[in-house]
């Protein structure tokens, strides 16, 4: 079975502050995709990143960073000068590619504070 | 161009009493899905369809049913409402398998309060 865990329950950082998001997945199988989610506020889950287990290729989009590990089985999440609008919920998943149902991690709340 | 839309948006139910969530997408996706969300723990599978007339269970099936008469529809029922079924609960699709695999597109969510 598969399992991810975001070990980092609230994080709480003042405004332009960097802020690291950790995941770290467990699965037998070799080829499988991460995910990245965000849940504002209102609710809804917002997709920001899929990753392929065969593409350790770190990707950067704006203020936004992964960092994705094979050998510690981890995916992180960097957030470069953090605003206020990027507090919500962040979800870490993993979906195997022989299956398609995401298996997600318990979620980490950040808070920016102005 | 809507997605993923959920039916309906708030509901409170009594303990013991049925009723039936909605789904349906627009993006003619072949896999639907159904969470619920509470606190601390994430989203878990409840159920999920890998096609039309097809259903299998997921990490917490007990207390729900699903069907997936039409493509565009995926069907959540509580037969008998439980407080420990107060959640909010998100439907998905997506598209392709394998390598082929996109993102999950989730709804709106369902508040759901049993008391």
């Known amino acids: 079975a598969q399992k991810v865990t975001q070990a980092q329950t609230e994080i709480s950082v003042v405004e332009k502050e960097d802020v690291t998001l950790d995941c770290v997945y467990e699965t037998r199988d070799t080829t499988y995709y991460l995910f990245w989610y965000k849940q504002p506020p209102s609710g809804e889950l917002v997709f920001l990143i899929r990753r392929n287990s065969f593409d350790e290729q770190n990707e950067i989009s704006g203020r936004y960073s992964w960092n994705f590990q094979k050998s510690t089985s981890s995916f992180n999440f960097t957030i470069t000068a953090s605003q206020v609008v990027d507090s919500a919920v962040y979800f870490c998943a993993l979906s195997l590619v022989s299956g398609s149902r995401l298996t997600f991690g318990e979620g980490t709340q950040l808070t920016v504070n102005p | 161009n809507a997605g993923v839309t959920q039916t309906p948006k708030f509901r409170v139910l009594k303990t013991g009493q049925s009723m039936t969530l909605l789904c349906a997408q627009d993006m003619n996706h072949e896999y639907m899905y159904w969470y619920r969300q509470d606190p601390g723990m994430g989203l878990r599978l409840i159920h999920y369809?890998?096609?039309?007339?097809?259903?299998a269970k997921g990490e917490v099936p007990d207390g729900y049913n699903v069907s997936r008469l039409k493509k565009q529809n995926f069907l959540l029922g509580l037969e008998s409402a439980a407080p420990s079924q107060t959640s909010v609960y998100f439907c998905?699709?997506?598209?392709?398998?394998?390598?082929?695999?996109?993102?999950?597109?989730f709804g709106q969510g369902t508040r759901l309060t049993v008391v």
């Open positions: 998905a699709s997506s598209k392709g398998r394998g390598r082929e695999l996109t993102e999950a597109f």
């Open positions: 369809s890998v096609g039309e007339g097809t259903t």
